[in-house]
């Protein structure tokens, strides 16, 4: 496989466009779809789609499309194994489009951390083949440290200022439109996530929204009384339907996208032209508010549903109304039809759900569910989703009426719901102000995550870097082997939050901080308590311990360093000059300087070595005697400082998105180190002082050669990493996150430390 990758890449890209936008669809056409499911489990092959500038992440998603899985099942090379695997390197390209349309280097990274968990041999021989991925450094996960893929969330649409009242779907399922509080419509590409378009133009809250079935279009209905139309491709609204004395509440368009249906709180259906934009029929009947209208695909039925808790069908040639279907005791909410426009599903402000016989005219039976707002319903018409102001969507089997799962992560009320037309995902959006995209079909296996239950603070390790201790605010610690990435022991003993750890050079100690002002120091060979080390006023949020594991300092929000005495556990000196909260302690390797990161967005060198002619002075002027000098050129607070080994130089992070390396001879700045989008957390440093390793709000761990100040390589995770160190070979890294998450990476490309 590396001998195509090496061919391949030998010839000319438009060789390389032709060859790999023509393979997989010859080996379909030709019956060849064993050559075709090898190619889909290649990884050189994904990696060469990938980074081809003509075809990328979507490309290579749509690839996997090209052959139904109940088409595939009837041929002898295409079993249960494969389909999974084939589901499972799908699903990872969803969960991983951002990243990987920001960064293609990454896929080998991506697959590796959501793929470990399984154990089939067709993942794990493609797993194989990316660990040996070397066209540039890059971080390999050792263990599995992402989500997997497994049915839920794929990820959260964020753009809108208000509440997201309405969504809906082109049919090739790859964008969605939503509607909001905040007057606007937004275009999504929902498999990068990303806003392409913002739709303004509507005076009031975009109550309900639908797309032409050739995504060309999108009509909205507004509180301001108006429907409007817009070119989905210029974001231009083309014209404004007028004609309702009240709120729009509902929009739905034909299949043929002719005519569009709309239905208002002045209690009538209306249908319209969308050529001309005329008014063709105004339906009366309804006493009520109309809240949901859906209609049949051939055009023909019309069903609305009302605050008056009725539904009603009518016929779109003549306008007349056909029957009323009466059962729901609160107002209907949601309505929905199945492909065939046998049945229709409503949802009501009475917790159900029913699902109704359009031919027979009758209720066929009720789901008791939650407060339903709003309902999608699959092509095939198994399934229908619904969407609650309970915060929680629900997936019901239209066959027995069962609930099958539910979908949770929105934190306020879900007000829209569609699915795309393969049934494979599911858009909601809700009044927290995003939309979710969440995936129906993956198996939901349980997998273990290792790590903490919360965020992980901080990462301590032994001298000689084989184990490592990781504080949270769990009130836990937890010790790790950073060899096979395996929890030894866990340390548990504080009432709050554990903020910092630091580990004596010898292994046989751990100190932690802790928010209820005090550190606790820890025999990490009994598993003891040793004792409490009490002093400051307010959270002590940093610690640091010296080299011969005699003495620790400490960092506190009471604006403070306290250096301790750890043979008797009493405070030797307190050292005050910051004007803020101390957020960051680093000790040189000799002990003889500390330096300290503050809220005040300055870090202070001084001096800590016992030096017992001093001892009289230090206690009535701290400052005088012990603080060198103080280093400034943060816009904000510094939050992460480590000293190279050698003593000379400290690299310092902080809330203004950067590191800044300094000359701790000198006091002076030497250069500053940008790449980060978020505040910079932590930082450590290589044993040779020559890259230093940085964790970010943004999700990423970065490497940096200190010689240049060039990133090396770069890791995304899933959440703010808030603590990392690095093992005596230099390219065993270990960082932790917001979520708990633990991850145990490897520096590819770069020779370890002798």
């Known amino acids: 496989m590396a001998e195509f990758a090496d061919k391949l890449a030998a010839k000319p890209l438009s060789y390389q466009r032709a060859y790999l936008g023509s393979l997989l669809p010859n080996y379909v056409k030709s019956g060849h779809l064993e050559k075709y499911y090898q190619r889909l489990t290649d990884f ?4 060469a789609k990938i980074q081809h500038p003509e075809f990328g992440v979507q490309a290579l998603i749509d690839d996997f499309d090209l052959v139904d899985a109940s088409e595939a099942v009837t041929n002898l090379e295409y079993n249960s194994e494969t389909a999974k695997a084939l589901n499972w390197i799908q699903r990872v390209l969803w969960m991983s489009a951002d990243i990987l349309e920001g960064d293609k280097t990454k896929l080998a990274e991506q697959l590796l951390g959501r793929l470990l968990y399984f154990e089939m041999p067709l993942i794990q021989a493609m797993l194989e083949v990316a660990k040996q991925w070397k066209a540039a450094p890059w971080l390999r996960p050792l263990i599995p440290c992402l989500t997997p893929p497994r049915r839920g969330l794929l990820r959260t649409l964020e753009g809108h ?4 009242n309405a969504v809906a779907v082109t049919a090739d399922g790859k ?3 939503s509607g909001s509080d905040d007057n606007t419509l937004k275009l999504w590409d929902l498999t990068l996530g990303k806003e392409q378009l913002t739709l303004k133009g509507h005076r009031n809250s975009v109550n309900t929204v639908a797309v032409t079935a050739d995504g060309k279009r999108a009509i909205s209905g507004s509180s301001d009384n108006t429907i409007k139309v817009w070119d989905l491709t210029t974001g231009d609204e083309q014209f404004t339907l007028e004609g309702h004395s009240n709120s729009v509440n509902a929009v739905v368009v034909t299949a043929d996208g002719k ?6 709180s002045d209690n009538t259906i209306k249908v319209w032209d969308l050529t001309t ?9 309804h006493s009520d508010w109309v809240n949901a209208v859906a209609v049949t695909a051939d055009g023909k039925l019309a069903i609305s549903g009302s605050f008056d808790s009725t539904l009603k069908v009518w016929d779109l040639i003549t306008g007349k109304e056909f029957f009323t279907l009466k059962g729901h005791s609160n107002w209907v909410n949601a309505v929905a ?3 065939d426009g046998k049945r229709a599903i409503s949802g009501s402000s009475d917790n159900t759900l029913k699902v109704w016989g359009l031919t027979t005219r009758k209720q066929l039976f009720t789901i008791k569910s939650h407060r339903v707002k709003a309902i999608a319903v699959t092509t095939d018409g198994k399934l229908a989703i619904s969407g609650s102001s309970d915060n929680i969507l629900k997936v019901w089997d ?3 009426g069962k609930e099958l799962f539910t979908l949770t992560g929105h934190r306020d009320s879900i007000n829209a719901v569609a699915v795309t037309a393969d049934g494979k995902r599911a858009i909601s959006g809700s009044s927290d102000n995003t939309l979710k995209v969440w995936d129906l079909t993956t198996e939901d296996k349980l997998f273990t995550i290792k790590g903490h239950s919360y965020l992980v603070k901080a990462i301590a390790d032994t001298a000689d870097r084989e184990w490592g201790i990781s504080s949270s605010s769990d009130n836990t610690l937890k010790v790790w082997d950073l060899t096979t990435g395996n929890g030894l022991v866990m340390l548990t003993g504080d009432r709050d939050s554990v903020s910092a750890v630091a580990v004596t050079a010898d292994g046989k100690r751990a100190i932690s901080s802790s928010r209820n002002n005090t550190l606790k120091v820890w025999d990490l060979e009994t598993e003891d308590e040793l004792f409490t080390l009490k002093g400051h006023r307010d959270s002590v949020d940093a ?22 005495d750890l043979t008797t556990g009493k405070e030797l000196f307190t050292l005050k000059g910051h004007r803020d909260s101390v957020d960051a302690v680093a000790v040189t390797t000799d002990g003889k300087l500390a330096i300290s990161g503050s809220s005040d967005n300055t870090l202070k060198v001084w001096d800590v070595e016992i030096r017992r002619e001093l001892l009289a002075f230090i206690w009535r002027n701290p400052i005088a005697i012990r603080q060198l000098f103080t280093l400034t050129g943060h816009s904000k607070s510094v939050i992460a400082v480590a000293a190279t080994a050698d003593g000379k130089r400290a690299i310092s992070g902080s809330r203004d998105t950067t590191l800044k390396v300094w000359d701790l001879t000198t006091g002076k700045e030497l250069f500053t180190l940008k790449g980060h989008s978020n505040s910079v957390n932590i930082v450590a440093v290589t044993e040779d002082g020559k890259r230093a390793i940085s964790g970010s709000d943004d999700n990423t761990l970065k490497v940096w050669d200190l010689s240049n100040g060039n990133i090396i390589a770069s890791f995304t995770g899933e959440s703010p990493i808030a603590s990392c160190t690095i093992a005596v070979d230099g390219v065993t890294i270990v960082a932790g996150d917001a979520s708990g998450r633990v991850y145990f990476l490897r520096l590819e490309g770069i020779e370890p430390l002798t």
């Open 44 to 47: 050189n092959f994904l990696m």
């Open 161 to 164: 200022r208000n509440s997201v």
């Open 175 to 177: 964008r969605a439109i």
């Open 259 to 264: 005519r569009a249906l709309s239905g208002s």
């Open 277 to 285: 934009g005329d008014e063709q029929l105004t339906l009366n009947g």
């Open 337 to 339: 039809v199945t492909e």
């Open 398 to 400: 239209l066959t027995t």
């Open 543 to 564: 610690v640091a311990v010296t080299a011969d594991g005699k003495r620790a300092i400490s960092g506190s929000r009471d604006t403070t360093l306290k250096v301790w």
